[in-house]
Structures are given as structure tokens and as C-alpha cells.
């Protein structure tokens, strides 16, 4: 059974400190690899990149994303018509997106020096298990999540 993608909502705490992000409903446990992706303008957007097996989970740590999933029904000749699901993900606050394994991914920088942080529930080279589509090939848009 596929899960679906989701929001694992963070917060913030302020006082007269300063401010804390953090995100206690985030379970770490899964992760085996970590990295950055920051594009080199707003135009590129990475698109589409799957996994069959590999789940990830995506957090801004500076600027803002356009992150954009869909589910595969067919890995080698998927769907154009499939459903995109969007998330509009931000630095001010530590909200985590989960991509299942089953889906293909999209990223697009919406603000210059944007920087996501990526974890990855299996290690480089640890399963052969990446699949790219043409950047158009999804052409159909659901509401921004």
C-alpha cells in the first residue's frame, strides 16, 4: 500500500530570546543521507525525478519552494494526464514534505538563494531506483497544498 504525500507541519517559538523552529511530529529515524539543492535562478526547475522504492523528505532552509508531485502509475510510459499535486514550502517555518516512494518530483526556486535540505531513506548507490521524465510531461495542475 502507497502512502500519500504530506505536510508534516513545524512551528516557531519566539520570546525575548529570538526564535526557534522546530518540528516534533518529524521522525528522523528512516534517514541514511542528506544534501542541499539550490538553483541557479528562479526560471530552472528541476523536473521529474522518481523513485519506485526511495522516499524523501524536503525542508526549506532559506527562500521559498514550489514543490510539485505526482504519483506514477506507469514507469515506463506514465500518464501525462496524471494529477500534479503542489506544495509552496518556506524557510520561516519547519514544515517537512514527504514524498513516498511511488512518486516523481518537481522543484522550482521561487525566490533567489533558495536552499532545500533533502533526506533520503537509502544511502547513494544503495538500490538502483531513479527514473527521470521529460520536464513537460505532466501536464495536469491541482490546487497549491
Not at 525575548?16 to 523552529?21: A, D, K, P, S
Not at 523536473?47 to 506514477?72: C, D, N, T, Y
Request: charged share 25%; hydrophobic share 40%; with cysteine.
Amino acid at each position: 500500500m502507497m502512502s500519500e504525500p504530506q505536510l508534516i507541519k513545524g512551528n516557531v517559538f519566539t520570546d525575548q530570546r529570538g526564535t526557534v523552529l522546530y518540528n516534533n511530529d518529524f521522525d528522523v529515524t528512516p534517514v541514511k543521507r542528506i544534501y542541499f539543492i539550490e538553483n541557479k535562478n528562479t526560471e530552472l526547475v528541476r523536473a521529474w525525478q522518481g523513485h519506485k522504492i526511495e522516499q524523501k523528505w524536503m525542508v526549506p532552509v532559506s527562500g521559498r519552494f514550489r514543490i510539485s508531485l505526482v504519483k506514477i502509475n506507469d514507469w515506463e510510459n506514465p500518464d501525462p494526464n496524471t494529477e500534479v499535486a503542489e506544495f509552496i514550502a518556506c524557510s520561516n517555518q519547519l514544515n517537512v514534505i514527504h514524498i513516498p516512494a511511488g512518486f516523481a518530483n518537481s522543484i522550482q526556486a521561487l525566490e533567489e538563494h533558495s536552499k532545500l535540505l533533502v533526506m533520503a531513506d537509502h544511502l547513494l548507490g544503495e538500490v538502483e531506483d531513479e527514473y527521470r521524465f521529460d520536464p513537460t510531461h505532466f501536464i495536469k495542475r491541482t490546487a497549491t497544498l
